[in-house]
């Protein structure tokens, strides 16, 4: 009888194989004959994976057939998987006999393969190899059976062209692509199509792309969707083109013209690991051919030097400000700064040298001592430490069959891991990992810019004056003397903010390393700080700062590395006490202030949207708090930045609200784009109409300063949610809701997601007051009820808003159909007098509540709603754009108060003149309300300033509002 084997583990984890080896007590039954090696296998392996002992406890014979059919003991070969596969899939009927087949397989094979590495009976490459394999056949079987199906459904599509049959192409990427799949990889996969065209022999036509698009989605549900048999892979179709914003399947031709006009240098990066994976292959390879001069260049690619290092850097800012030392994947010295290396050479060198053109990374890094001169030891370490970091990575997945590469924290899930990489202890295991990773993390940090070391010794005269008055070697008056020589306009005041530093419990509680780091920024920090015009106040908020960041001494490194740096963080931090605070709550946001060039050159919105792509890549799609907090930051990171440049004069007003409303509009769509995968992974896609499912036909509309593109810094988003689906019909998953729940569902998604408050602050304050009757209003509308509530219900100053109402976010089609409706309420013929009448009376109710008193109007001037300010402004353009906009359409065309004012002018209902006045005080008034926000003050000045620009402002009010 087979008994556990006790002996050779550790005292700890006797209870972990016990309690397994008693859950397979029945599949132990079925086995009749065994291996002599057989009891202490089982033993290793049920000690290192729960997922195993769960996948045979549930299926008794699972065990059994593995065992005698010899594949426990014995490697596949490359087509294995396939013709087990389509052997069963041939007599399947349904696509639930489908989900169950592949589900059930992938089981089956999982439990060998983890067999396999933990008994060391396969290394790490033939692991990783015959797992993308496994994916491959499940791809590429599922989609065939699906393709055969959706032909008998929807016919078959046909090149315009060629007239030939149309197959999809799928392209495997990442790990996939290289055949290197961890255990619980998910795959990354790209949808391509050779031809446009239309389906032929259905009664209903498709056009291809449509088609496969369906198809798609069809592959993507029988792999990704979790049954009560599990799943198969989780899939992301993330590095498609234009990402999560991009259509699901795309032509050759739109997959060219993407990579050469849009391509961005991370996607060549990305492109290197491409591999045709399943489908059309040797059209696949024609595809591939055509993409290959966008990844390897024929010259040496000097030119990818600055954006691969801004890649690098991006690496290590990620690990500084998630602290992923536990990871082996992500932290410092990981498996991704493995790949980083190798990959960067061969985007350099690639398209000179073929040999570079693999995608796997174990064939690369042999190649690099002769391919490119790197030291041959160098090489042996990198190549020794991947496989030690690869095989640990398994090791960790193997225990849950879950897709994490997080070091364990308790006892025994760390003896565990240690007992299944062959160490005794857990100290002796994390001895030889931090070894390892320290190699990696060292060639890593020497790669494209080595690091320059400056020696703490070597301190000037000055340094020795600042650090004299730090280390208590003065009196009150000699200290203050010195502040005052070196220009310090309040001496004391200045001396005090030192002193009590220095003495804070904070800093006397500091290690001896934080200490040593403190010493070599504060010279700099002082020395910057006299330079300003306000050196005291300046010290007191860069004070602040410091304070906050002294338990977390990494960046005070980041400050005394890059003096660069710490010259802006001064310079920003006089000019603007929004800007101290923000980083004194999210220091995080010091790495920002490194590089120049992109402090104050803010990208286009194209490019904001490549970058937050970028970064939510590297997170799963299912960890939401994980992608909460990349939001965040990406917002904090950019509202810095544009602060920065406003506050140096780098940018014009106008383009710093385009840059903060851009900034918005690509959160929002991401935000989107996340809650509309949770809610369609749990109920399935929502019906547009019988048997059409939506795609998304949902928008996101943006009221007020979001819909004028004139956000400033901590604007809330005035919101209106709209879906045009049938309210009446269900979602199509296993756990079905009426569509409208699914709607209201998704719009409260992605208020949480926006409202919440993390550790990283909060995205965006929402507002859904202006949605259809307010907030006793359905959370969501569908397009035809918002339509008819315009039409029939909406008050005058609802139409008001509507004048600044644009699509934000959300699909194209539907985008369009809001726009007609939009232009339809926008250009009704109004009866003049009612309307002013209406308007007039709104604002003056506004001016009430919301102005200043009339006790303080002689004294105070609030720039947004006394008489003459920004409102004023806002309502007289609405109420010539309600009141003219069905003689001259060109009123509504724009929802951004400057361009309609250049329409006013251009058809003649204000002169030249005026529309210049309205012009000139909007921006200049927004102008001061931004400084006001830097300085953190409110909207409130004098009466005695702006006041030439307020009396012509009313003057023209008075002349248009006056009956």
């Known amino acids: ?241 234009f990402g999560s914003a991009g259509p699901l399947a795309i032509s050759f031709d739109a997959m060219e013209g993407y990579y050469q006009d849009h391509g961005r240098e991370w996607e060549r990066y990305a492109m290197i690991k491409a591999r045709v994976m399943a489908g059309d292959k040797e059209a696949g390879q024609e595809l591939m051919g055509i993409l290959r001069p966008f990844v390897y260049r024929k010259y040496i690619d000097f030119s990818a030097f600055d954006s691969l290092r801004e890649m690098k850097d991006m690496i290590s800012r990620e690990v500084r400000r998630k602290g992923l030392n536990n990871n082996v994947k992500l932290g410092a010295g990981g498996i991704r700064e493995v790949e980083f290396i190798a990959q960067v050479f061969q985007l350099l060198r690639g398209g000179r040298d073929t040999r570079l053109q693999q995608r796997e990374l174990c064939n690369i890094l042999p190649l690099l001592p002769e391919a490119v001169g790197m030291p041959q030891i160098a090489a042996d370490e990198l190549m020794q430490a991947y496989l030690f970091l690869r095989n640990t990575e398994h090791a960790i997945q193997a225990v849950a069959d879950k897709q994490t590469q997080e070091l364990p924290t308790t006892e025994q899930e760390q003896l565990r891991l240690a007992f299944n990489m062959g160490f005794d202890t857990w100290a002796s295991f994390t001895q030889h990992l931090d070894a390892q990773r320290e190699k990696v993390r060292h060639h890593f940090t020497d790669l494209i810019a080595p690091s320059e070391e400056e020696d703490p010794e070597q301190t000037s005269t000055d340094q020795q004056l600042w650090l004299s008055l730090w280390k208590d070697e003065l009196d009150n008056e000699q200290a203050e003397a010195i502040l005052k020589e070196q220009g310090f306009d309040t001496p004391d005041e200045a001396w005090h903010l030192i002193d009590t530093l220095r003495q804070s419990k904070t800093v006397q509680m500091l290690q001896k390393i934080a200490q040593d780091r403190l010493l070599l920024v504060l010279p700099i920090l002082f020395q910057e700080v006299i330079k300003t015009d306000n050196p005291t106040e300046t010290l007191s908020r860069v004070f602040e700062l410091i304070q906050a960041i002294l338990r977390r001494s990494a960046y005070l490194v980041l400050l005394a590395e890059n003096p660069d740096a710490l010259q802006q963080l001064v310079k920003l931090c006089s000019a603007s006490n929004w800007f101290s605070e923000k980083l004194r709550t999210h220091p995080i946001l010091l790495d920002e202030l490194i590089d120049q060039n992109t402090l104050y050159a803010p990208p286009n919105k194209e490019q904001l949207n490549s970058e937050l792509r970028q970064q939510l890549l590297r997170i799963p799609e299912e960890d939401t708090e994980q992608l909460m907090d990349a939001l965040r930051y990406f917002k904090n990171a950019h509202v810095l930045k544009v602060a920065a440049s406003e506050i140096t004069d780098a940018l014009p007003l106008m383009k710093v609200s385009d840059y903060l409303t851009w900034t918005a509009e690509v959160i929002l769509e991401a935000v989107v784009d996340i809650a509309w995968k949770l809610m369609t992974e749990k109920h399935g896609l929502p019906q547009k109409t019988a048997g059409v499912p939506c795609d998304p036909d949902f928008i996101v509309l943006g009221y007020g300063k979001m819909g004028g593109i004139e956000l400033s810094y901590g604007s809330d988003l005035d919101l209106v949610f709209i879906h045009d689906a049938d309210p009446n019909l269900f979602t199509d998953g296993n756990k079905q809701i009426p569509n409208a729940v699914f709607f209201t569902r998704l719009g409260q998604k992605i208020i949480h997601i926006l409202n919440t408050f993390t550790t990283s602050g909060q995205l965006y304050e929402v507002d859904m007051r202006l949605r259809p009757s307010g907030n006793s209003g359905l959370l969501v509308s569908s397009l035809k009820a918002f339509a008819e509530y315009q039409q029939k219900e909406a008050w005058t100053w609802e139409h008001q808003a509507l004048v600044r109402a644009r699509v934000v976010a959300g699909d194209l089609a539907l985008k369009s159909r809001f726009e007609a409706v939009r232009a339809d309420i926008l250009g009704q013929k109004r009866e003049s007098k009612k309307l002013l009448t209406d308007v007039t009376e709104m604002r003056e109710k506004m001016r009430q509540h919301l102005g200043s008193k009339s006790s303080e109007s002689d004294q105070v001037f609030h720039l947004k709603h006394d008489r003459g300010g920004i409102v004023d402004i806002e309502f007289l353009v609405q109420f010539l754009v309600l009141n003219y906009a069905s003689q001259y359409p060109e009123l509504y065309q724009f929802t951004d108060n400057i361009r309609i004012l250049d329409a006013v002018e251009n058809v003649g209902l204000l002169e030249e003149k005026e529309t210049e006045i309205l012009r000139e005080a909007y921006k200049a008034y927004r102008a001061v309300g931004h400084k006001q926000s830097m300085q953190d003050l409110s909207n409130t000045i004098s009466a005695s300033e702006m006041k030439d620009l307020r009396e012509a402002v009313a003057t023209i009010w008075q002349t248009v509002m006056t009956p």
């Open 1 to 241: 009888m087979l008994k556990p084997q006790m002996e050779q583990l550790p005292e700890a984890l006797r209870p972990v194989l016990q309690q397994n080896w008693d859950q397979i007590s029945a599949a132990l039954d079925h086995v009749t004959s065994s291996p002599a090696s057989f009891a202490d296998d089982l033993s290793r392996v049920l000690t290192g994976s729960t997922f195993v002992a769960e996948q045979l406890g549930r299926n008794t014979e699972m065990l059994s057939n593995l065992l005698d059919s010899g594949d426990l003991y014995s490697d596949y070969d490359e087509d294995h998987y396939q013709q087990c596969l389509k052997t069963r899939f041939a007599s399947l009927e349904t696509e639930e006999q489908l989900h169950t087949a592949v589900r059930c397989f992938r089981q089956r094979e999982q439990v060998r393969l983890i067999w396999r590495d933990l008994n060391r009976l396969s290394d790490m490459r033939t692991t990783t190899r015959e797992l993308s394999w496994l994916a491959d056949a499940c791809v590429e079987q599922t989609m065939n059976w699906l393709y055969l199906h959706a032909c008998e459904r929807w016919g078959t599509p046909i090149g315009r062209d060629s007239k030939n049959p149309q197959r999809m192409v799928v392209l495997g990427m990442g790990k996939l692509g290289a055949n290197e799949l961890n255990l619980s990889s998910d795959i990354d996969l790209i949808f391509v199509y050779p031809e446009n065209g239309e389906t032929e022999g259905s009664k209903k036509c498709l056009d291809n792309q449509d088609f496969f698009i369906r198809l798609g989605k069809k592959l993507i549900q029988a792999l990704d969707n979790t049954t009560i048999d599990g799943f198969v892979f989780r899939v992301d179709m993330r590095l498609r083109p």
